[in-house]
Nanobody
């Protein structure tokens, strides 16, 4: 069993930055791929970024509102923590951001998630 707790969300102006953190309980954190997803009002939950168990491979969404070059996912297994550094934020990045854990090598879809956090709200004002 893994419990995930996100933090770091808040209100920021367009162009600003936030760093989200997700702390996992349990002894097997290092065996999971970790991902960040987001859900805007009225929309489905969507993939943002993921990182494999070792941190050696990272993946980012290819959606129209791509975060590539603006967001960076990282993890520190010694602290059971995964991060999402978000720079150059845009109003369309406004959403609840969820941390998730999965036992797949390449984590990119909601259906692969084994555990979810409760989410943290990010609001970007224009």
């Amino acid at each position: 069993q893994v419990q995930l707790v996100e933090s770091g969300g808040g209100l920021v102006q367009a162009g600003g930055s936030l760093r989200l953190s997700c702390v996992a309980s349990g002894r097997s954190f290092g065996s999971y791929s970790m991902g960040w997803f987001r859900q805007a009002p009225g929309k489905e939950r969507e993939f943002v970024a993921a990182i494999n168990w070792s941190g050696g491979n990272t993946y980012y969404t290819d959606s129209a509102d791509s975060v590539k070059g603006r967001f960076t996912i990282s993890r520190l297994n010694a602290k059971n923590t995964v991060y999402l550094q978000m720079n150059s934020l845009k109003p369309e990045d406004t959403a609840v951001y969820y941390c998730a854990a999965a036992r797949v090598k390449r984590f990119a879809i909601v259906a692969d998630a084994a555990y979810w956090g409760e989410g943290t709200l990010v609001t970007v004002s224009s």
